[in-house]
């Protein structure tokens, strides 16, 4: 059974304490209502239950880290919530007004693309993706479109867009994420190796 978002988030703290609590001081404080209704408001549509849940203990990194790698998750950095809708505002500007500003696709082609169900390959941003963290041109983000996969997190980029579904909720990614910590395993080809410094990072073996 999985973990639910609170205790594998213990976990995953309870293991940076020991292990990387550099990191763990780089955790941002909890989001407050405000922000999450913002980010309600923008997406136009009522948030995952555990995304909401995480940004309550968590929202991205703290201030004083926001211009630093902050790993925790693998291969990205979690954002916060302000930094999540300014990314979601760039995808779209880049993918909606600029290319239907160049032709290169029409209205119709976003809105057949909006309509299908969560999980769905789309190959071009959407309004109904949300980024939760990023990694320098590729984004981790929630897919809000209706269905029963709605909440999955998937993976975007600008060369290959949007991939197959990685984590079916944000609580089997925390969930995985704690149990790869707790058991020295592997997410994807990435291992936990806390450095000298008490800093997470991910190692990805390219092999």
Known sequence: MTSTVDESWDRILGWLTQH??????????????ADIAAA???????????????????????SSWSHQRFDLLPGYCP??????????????????????GEGLLTEEVFTKAQADPAGTEARMWLLAFLPIAGSGGA?????????????????????????????????????????????HGRIGGY?????????????RDLG
């Not at 809708?85 to 760039?90: C, E, G, N």
């Open 79 to 100: 954002f916060r919530i302000e930094h999540a809708l300014d990314s979601r505002r760039v995808w779209w500007q880049v993918w909606h007004d600029q290319m239907i």
């Open 20 to 33: 990387a609590p550099a990191t763990l001081e780089r955790i941002g404080p909890p989001a407050a209502d």
């Open 191 to 203: 291992e936990a190796r806390p450095d000298e410094d008490g800093v997470l990072f991910w190692d």
């Open 139 to 183: 984004d981790l983000f929630v897919d809000l479109r209706s269905g029963p996969r709605r909440g999955c997190v998937r993976e975007f980029d600008r060369v290959s867009t949007d991939g197959e579904v990685r984590w079916g909720s944000v609580t089997a990614m925390l969930a995985d994420i704690a149990d790869a910590l707790d058991n």
């Open 40 to 62: 309600e408001e923008a997406v136009g549509a009522r948030l995952p239950a555990d995304l909401v849940a995480w940004w309550r203990l968590a929202n991205g990194s703290a």
